[in-house]
């Protein structure tokens, strides 16, 4: 595929950012399993409301979130939420049996959390180049996740509290995330500050594409106004400045590409070069 301007990180948003959802989903979800992490609401009806808000919240708005975030081309958030999703699926569906008499086994829900905290602690890493907060937001889950796999393997309940203080934290931090997409945009503040990144990524050479959009825009100028073909030599003189080797080694790319009609020492555009420029203009 020919391009005329470098292709942002995410792409085009083909819809809002549903990334507050998602964390405001995630929040809910929270603040109904800590009630349980403190050893309250231990009863079959305790247990079932958790669970719906569990399956609702916690993993209706993050599969939502998930899948918008793919739609907009946002790979990273994308594969976060919906793995989130299911994981709060299965969350959902623990309290149900639970409230039923049926406990799962404790090996498989062990071999998944050391699953987890492995994917976990890798994708915070990846969010610490983006903000100290979303670093800040990973960890306490992969602290979570530590505590239970910890917990599993001592065969203790030590741990119970600082797990149900973490689950309290991701709620705040994950309110916190969504307000500052939410409300900081809506202020004209940024109220709540998301921080800055704590690692620097590896910088790319950027993409010079100039002199390609020059050349397309000289042709799609001469077939406009006069709907002829621009001699090789006229368009050489007019874009001289961008370097002829250069211009040369685009001429002969956009002509393989079906971008350009070259021969008997002119070009012009063909009609997929015209679509091309005319939606590069359109954004």
Known sequence: MVQLAPVSLHGKEVVADPTPMGLLGLAIGCAALTPIAFGKSLT???????AVFCLLFGAGCQLFAGLLNLVNRNLYGGTLFLTFA???VVNAWALHSLAKGFVPDPTVIFATEVTFLVIFVLISWGFGHFSSLLFLFLLDIDLLYVLKVAGHLLDTRAFAIPIALLTVGLAVISLWIAFALLLNPVTGRRVFTLGMPLFKSAAKPPVDLSVRTALVATLYGQWRD????????????RLAVLGEPRLKAELAY???QGVIDAGEGAARLSPAGIDLWEKHVAG
Do not use: K, V, Y
Not at 226 to 237: M, Y
């Open 44 to 50: 079959p009806a305790g247990l079932e409301t958790a």
């Open 254 to 256: 956009l002509s393989a």
């Open 86 to 88: 299911f994981n709060w």
């Open 226 to 237: 006069t709907g002829s073909p621009l001699s090789r030599s006229d368009l050489l003189a």
